[in-house]
C-alpha cells in the first residue's frame, strides 16, 4: 500500500493506493479526514511508532525510516507489517512516501518477489513521474505516470542514456551536474527547478529531486529521481502576483477606509482613510486608534475589537461611529470588523464606510416624515381610509367635523355617517375607484352625520391606495358649510354676494360667449394678470393646451341643455410668468345680464398637490422599510410589560422560528411561550431589576413551533410614557444558536477526547468524568450513579468533593425507592439541593450545606444507564454555558458505558458456559463477530502455552504459522460470515510447534450478542 503524508507526527493524508480496500477501508475515507493513519495503528503499537517517526521527522538529513507494527482491518484483523517510507523535499515543506507491506513471513527480513511487483504496482499509480538510473545515467525503471506524461515507450526508455530522452537544452548541463553530486552523496543542493522541452509533452517546467540509493557496493549505487510537474504552479504564481497587484489597487483606490488594528495601534491605513480624516499614511502609522474617535465611542469599539481576537472571526452587524479629521471636525462613519493576520500577529481589520450623506438623507426624512404627520394631522381636509367599506383611519380633522373619536370610527361602517339619499352614489365611486386602481378626478359634494344629529355638507375627493398591503380608498373630506353659506348668501344678497366674492380664498369668474366678462382679484392673483388685461380675453387663453379643449366643451354643451348641475374638475391655469398653476374649477349656468353664463369658482390646489406627492413619497418609504425588515434575520418585537409579555406587533419574519405574525398580535399566544421555562426565571427577574438602563441586552433559549431549541441574543429599547413609567419594550433577537454551539463544544473537546481514551481502567475513567464536570464554573464536588439494568437499583462508581458521610448516606438507591424515582429525571434538572431533598420525606442531609444542584441523566439509546450528580457548596445556580457542556458530555459518555455494561454480561454469560468446557480435552474458542477469542477453555491454554489473560481479546488469527496468515484470514472470514464451518489449517503454540487439527465451527448467540463457537480436534 502507498501513502503521501506531509511532515506531521499525526501523519495527515495526501494520497492513499486503492490497495487500503484489501484491509476494508477507502481512499476517501482517509482523505476526507474521517480517518487518519494512526486509527489503523494496533493501539499497543502506536505510541512506540510515533515516537520513532517523530525523530525521523526532526531530523532533516535522515531521508529513510523503516519499521515493523500491527495494523487493523476494519474487520479487526491484526497484520503485521512492515513500513519503508522516504522523504521527499518540496518547497518551504516536506513530502513523506510511504511503502506498507504486508507481511507473510514477519521477522526474517526479507522481502517476496510478490511484494516486489505489489510495490511496483503502487508506485505506477504515484501521480509524479519516478525513474531510478545507474550511475552512468541510464534508466533501470520508470513509473507509468512518467511515461503517460511525457509519451515515451517503455521499451525505448529502458535501458537507455537519459539525457538521450529530450531535446537538445541548454539546461541539460545544469542537470548532469546535479545528478553527479547526488551520486556522489552531495545533498548542498536538494532540489533543482528547469524547464524541459520533451518531444509530446512540450515545454514543461519540472522540479526534480534525486536521492542516491546504495547497495553493498559503490558499483551499485544509483539515483531515484523524483519529477513534479510544476508548469501549472508557476503560471498560477504568475496569475496569483497579478492578482496581488489587483488586490493592492482595490485596497488602495476602493470607496471604503481600510485599517489594521494591533494592540489598539494603527499598524496600516489605506489612501481611501487618509482622504476621510486628512492625515497622511507616515502620520497614521502606529497612532492609537481611539485617538481618532470622540470619547463616547471608547468602550464600544474596545469591547467590539475584544470580541473579534477572542473568537478570531468577524463581527455580524455593524456599527455606526464618529471620527475626528485633521481639522478637528467629525464625521459620520460605518465600521466592520474582521480577525486577520497581519505579519503573522493576530489582527483587526476596519473597514470605515463614510456614511455622512446618508445621515443627512435621514435627518431629512425625519424631518419630511414629522412634515407629513403634520400634513395629515393638522391639514384642514378629513383624511380617511376605508377597506370594505369600514373606517380603516381617520385624521383629528375628521374626528373634529364628525364629532366621533378615532377609536369610534375605526372598524364602523362609512355608511353609517352619511345620509341615506348619498349612500349609493358614494358606494358607486368607491367601486369604481377600487376597480380602475386610480383618483376620481372630479369631487362630490354630500353631507355628513355628526355625532349629536346634526348634518354638515362636504366636498370629497377619492384616491385610490395600498394601506397595511391591502387595496384601499382614500377619500379628503373639505367642510363646506361655509361655501354653501355663502352661496345661499349670495343668492339672497347680492350686495354680500359682491364681498364674498372679491374677497373669498377661491377665483371667481363668470363666462359668456367663450370670453370673460368678470374676474375677481384672487383669479387676478393666480393668473397674475390685471383685471383690465383678463376681462373681455377668451377663457380659454387662460387653460394650457391639455385642458383647454375639455373645458371649454363643457361650459358650452351645459350652456347648451341648460344642465343646473355643478361641474368640478382639477385644472391648470396658465400664469402670466409662463408657468402652470393647479387648480379647482367649480362651474354652474347663471343668469347674467338677462343671458346664460358659466360662473366658475377656481381654488388654487397647488399646496394640495404638493402635500398629496409628499404623501405618496413618504408611503414609498414606508413600504422599502418594510421590506427591509421582512428580508432581515433580526426579528421586531413591541411588547407590553404585563404578564407573559402580550405582544403589539412582531415583524413577519418571525417565520424562521416557524410562528406566524397573527398568533402573537392577536393574542393567542405570548412572548413568554416561547421562551425557554429554564430561561423565564432569571429573564423575568432581571427585567423587574435592571437599574434604570433603557437598553438592555439578553442571551437566552427560545423553543420554535416544532420545539427545537434555540440561543436567541436579544437587544432591547425600554419607551416610557410621560411619568416614567415602563409603557412598552421594543426588541430584537437574532438567533446565534450556532455561535453558542461552537463555544461550548471547543471547551469540552479536548478533555473529553482524553477522558474516553481506551487506556487505563474503567475506574479511572470514571473517577476523570467527576473530576472533570465537578471543576466546572459553579461547580466543586459530584458523584457518579450506575444503573442496574435488571433492578434499576443505583450505585456510586466514583464520586469527588463530597464528605464521607454524605457518601455513606447516599451510596446506594433501591430502584423502588423515592429517591431513585426523583434522581431518574428524563430530562436534566437544575435546582437548589434543599429543593430536592423537600421532595424526599425524611431525607436529612443539610450538614453537607450544598446549594446549586444537577442531576444529568445518561443514557445509552433510549436507556438509562447511569445519573451524574454535581453540586456547589457555595454558588445558587449553574450558569447556562455549563449546562451545555454537561448535557454534551452525556450524550458522549452514554454510549460508553453501555457498552461497558454490554461486555460485562457477555463475560457474565461465557462464565456460566466455563463449567461445560473445562473438562473438555479438545481446544475450545468463542469469539465475537470479529474473531478475537471471548473465552479458550484450560486445554486450550496449556496446549498453545497460553495463559487465560493472554488469549482473552487475541485474534484468533494470531494463534496461526505466520506464512499460513493470509489463508487462515481468508478461511476465518467465510466462517464468521456463516458461509464455512470448518478448517484444517494447523495452530502454533507459543514454543513454535505446530499442532495439526481439525476445526469445526458453530454460530450461537451469547445474551444479545452472536458468537461463534470453534472446537479444535487434533489429528492422529
Known amino acids: 500500500m502507498s501513502f503521501l503524508w506531509t511532515d506531521k507526527v499525526k501523519r495527515p493524508l495526501i494520497s492513499v493506493s486503492e490497495e487500503i480496500s484489501l484491509l476494508g477501508y477507502l481512499p476517501g475515507d482517509f482523505i476526507s479526514g474521517e480517518l487518519t493513519y494512526p486509527d489503523i495503528v494496533h493501539p499497543d503499537d502506536l505510541q512506540e511508532l510515533e515516537k520513532d517517526f517523530a525523530c525521523f521527522i526532526s531530523e532533516p ?22 513500513e519503508r517510507t522516504f522523504r521527499i523535499p518540496q518547497e518551504g515543506f516536506d513530502l513523506i512516501h510511504g511503502l506498507v507491506f504486508v ?31 545507474d550511475r552512468k545515467f541510464h534508466v533501470i525503471y520508470a513509473n507509468r505516470y512518467f511515461y503517460e506524461l511525457f509519451g515515451i515507450n517503455p521499451a525505448d526508455a529502458q535501458g537507455s542514456f537519459f539525457f538521450d530522452l529530450y531535446q537538445t537544452n541548454d539546461n541539460m548541463s545544469r542537470l548532469r551536474n546535479f545528478l553527479e553530486e547526488r551520486l556522489k552523496g552531495n545533498t548542498s543542493s536538494e532540489r533543482l527547478e528547469i524547464a524541459f522541452d520533451m518531444e509530446g509533452a512540450g515545454s ?12 553493498a557496493e559503490n558499483e551499485d549505487r544509483c539515483i531515484l529521481l523524483s519529477m513534479e510537474d510544476i508548469t501549472v504552479q508557476r503560471e498560477a504564481e504568475s496569475l496569483l502576483k497579478a492578482s496581488e497587484e489587483k488586490y493592492s489597487t482595490l485596497v488602495e483606490k476602493g470607496n471604503d477606509g481600510l485599517v489594521i488594528i494591533q494592540d489598539g495601534m494603527l499598524r496600516f491605513t489605506n489612501s481611501k482613510f487618509g482622504l476621510m480624516t486628512g492625515f497622511k499614511k507616515d502620520e497614521l502609522d502606529r497612532q492609537d486608534l481611539f485617538v481618532h474617535l470622540p470619547m463616547e465611542y471608547h468602550r464600544m469599539v474596545g469591547k467590539r475589537i475584544k470580541k473579534v481576537l477572542k473568537d478570531k472571526s468577524s463581527l455580524k452587524r455593524n456599527d455606526e461611529v464618529e471620527f475626528f479629521t485633521k481639522d478637528d471636525s467629525r464625521f459620520f462613519a460605518e465600521i466592520s470588523l474582521s480577525y486577520i493576520l497581519y505579519q503573522n500577529s493576530p489582527s483587526v481589520m476596519m473597514a470605515v464606510r463614510d456614511i455622512s450623506v446618508r445621515k443627512k438623507a435621514e435627518a431629512e426624512l425625519k424631518a419630511s416624515e414629522e412634515k407629513y404627520s403634520t400634513l395629515v394631522e393638522k391639514g384642514n381636509d378629513g383624511i380617511i381610509i376605508l377597506l370594505d367599506g369600514m373606517f380603516r383611519f381617520s385624521n383629528s380633522k375628521f374626528s373634529e367635523l364628525i364629532g366621533y373619536s378615532k377609536e369610534e370610527l375605526l372598524g364602523s361602517l362609512f355608511t353609517d355617517h352619511v345620509p341615506v339619499d348619498y349612500q349609493r352614489m358614494v358606494g358607486k365611486r368607491v367601486k369604481k ?12 359634494d354630500i353631507e355628513f352625520l355628526t355625532k349629536d344629529g346634526e348634518i354638515f355638507p ?34 339672497a344678497s347680492e350686495k354680500k354676494y359682491s364681498t364674498l366674492v372679491e374677497e373669498g380664498n377661491d377665483g371667481i369668474i363668470i363666462v359668456q360667449d367663450d370670453l370673460l366678462i368678470f374676474a375677481n382679484m384672487k383669479f387676478c392673483e393666480i393668473t397674475g394678470f390685471s383685471r383690465m388685461q383678463i376681462i373681455r380675453r377668451p377663457f380659454g387663453d387662460f387653460l394650457s393646451i391639455e385642458y383647454k379643449r375639455l373645458v371649454m366643451n363643457k361650459f358650452r354643451r351645459s350652456l347648451d341643455k341648460n344642465r343646473k348641475a355643478s361641474f368640478k374638475h382639477e385644472i391648470e391655469l396658465v400664469s402670466r410668468n409662463g408657468t402652470n398653476t393647479p387648480a379647482e374649477i367649480s362651474s354652474s349656468i347663471i343668469e347674467h345680464e338677462g343671458r346664460p353664463a358659466i360662473m366658475a369658482i377656481i381654488r388654487d390646489i397647488t399646496e394640495q398637490k404638493h402635500k398629496e406627492k409628499e404623501l405618496l413619497e413618504l408611503i414609498e418609504v414606508q413600504k422599502v422599510l418594510e421590506t427591509v425588515i421582512k428580508s432581515s434575520p433580526a426579528v421586531v418585537f ?10 403589539d406587533f412582531v415583524s413577519e419574519n418571525i417565520s424562521q422560528f416557524g410562528y406566524d405574525a397573527t398568533v402573537f398580535i392577536s393574542g393567542e399566544l405570548l412572548y413568554g411561550d416561547i421562551v425557554h421555562p429554564s430561561d423565564m426565571e432569571r429573564l423575568t427577574m432581571e427585567y423587574d431589576t435592571f437599574s434604570g438602563n ?6 437566552y433559549r427560545i423553543l420554535t413551533k416544532s420545539g427545537e431549541i434555540r440561543w436567541v441574543d436579544e437587544r432591547s429599547v425600554i419607551k416610557r410614557d410621560h411619568e416614567g413609567n415602563v409603557h412598552y419594550i421594543q426588541g430584537i433577537i437574532v438567533d446565534i444558536t450556532e455561535r453558542k454551539n461552537v463555544k461550548n463544544f471547543m471547551q469540552i473537546g479536548s478533555d473529553m477526547g482524553m477522558l474516553l481514551s481506551p487506556l487505563g481502567d474503567v475506574g479511572d475513567m470514571f473517577s476523570q468524568l467527576v473530576e472533570l464536570t465537578a471543576s466546572m464554573e459553579n461547580l466543586d464536588c459530584g458523584a457518579l450513579y450506575l444503573v442496574d439494568g435488571d433492578t434499576g437499583d443505583m450505585n456510586i462508581v466514583a464520586h469527588s468533593g463530597l464528605s464521607s458521610d454524605f457518601i455513606k448516606s447516599t451510596r446506594h438507591y433501591s430502584g423502588r425507592s423515592i429517591n431513585a424515582r426523583l434522581f431518574k429525571t428524563e430530562y436534566p434538572l437544575y435546582t437548589r439541593y434543599y429543593e430536592l431533598t423537600a421532595m424526599i420525606p425524611g431525607e436529612r442531609s443539610s450538614y453537607e450545606r450544598l446549594e446549586a444542584t444537577a442531576l444529568i441523566p445518561i443514557r445509552y439509546g433510549m436507556e438509562l444507564v447511569a445519573i451524574l450528580m454535581l453540586a456547589s457548596h457555595s454558588a445558587y445556580e449553574v450558569p447556562f454555558e455549563v449546562r451545555d457542556s454537561l448535557e454534551a458530555i452525556s450524550s458522549q459518555i452514554g454510549p460508553v458505558i453501555g457498552r461497558m455494561r454490554e461486555q460485562a454480561d457477555v463475560q457474565k ?15 475450545v474458542f468463542m469469539l465475537d463477530t470479529d474473531g478475537c477469542i471471548l473465552y479458550a477453555n484450560p486445554y486450550s491454554c496449556k496446549r498453545l502455552g497460553y495463559t487465560e489473560d493472554e488469549l482473552t481479546g487475541v485474534n484468533l488469527l494470531n494463534l496461526y504459522p505466520q506464512k499460513k496468515f493470509l489463508e487462515a484470514a481468508s478461511v476465518l472470514k467465510e466462517i464468521l460470515n456463516g458461509r464455512s464451518n470448518v478448517c484444517r489449517i494447523p495452530f502454533e503454540a507459543s514454543s513454535g510447534e505446530v499442532i495439526s487439527v481439525e476445526m469445526r465451527c458453530s454460530m450461537g448467540q451469547l445474551g444479545d450478542s452472536q458468537i461463534t463457537i470453534c472446537v479444535s480436534r487434533e489429528n492422529p
Open 694 to 699: 433603557d437598553n438592555l441586552s439578553f442571551e
Open 638 to 647: 413591541f411588547w407590553r410589560p404585563d404578564e407573559g409579555w402580550k405582544v
Open 103 to 133: 507481511e507473510d513471513n514477519p521477522g526474517n527480513g526479507k522481502v517476496s518477489d510478490v511484494k516486489d511487483d505489489y510495490c511496483k504496482k503502487i508506485v505506477d499509480k504515484l501521480q509524479n513521474p519516478l525513474l531510478v538510473l
Open 61 to 82: 538529513e535522515n531521508r529513510y525510516f523503516s519499521s515493523g507494527y500491527r495494523i487493523l482491518s476494519k474487520e479487526g484483523r491484526i497484520l503485521n507489517v512492515t
Open 433 to 444: 375607484v377600487l376597480k380602475d386602481r386610480l383618483s376620481i378626478r372630479r369631487n362630490h
Open 909 to 923: 454469560n461465557i462464565r456460566n458456559l466455563q463449567v461445560i468446557f473445562e473438562y473438555m480435552e479438545e481446544l
Open 458 to 491: 362636504a366636498e370629497i375627493s377619492l384616491s385610490f391606495i395600498v394601506y397595511e398591503e391591502k387595496p384601499c380608498v382614500m377619500m379628503a373630506v373639505r367642510d363646506i358649510s361655509d361655501r354653501k353659506k355663502a352661496e345661499a348668501e349670495l343668492k
Open 204 to 215: 514543461r517546467v519540472l522540479c526534480l529531486s534525486a536521492q542516491r540509493l546504495d547497495a
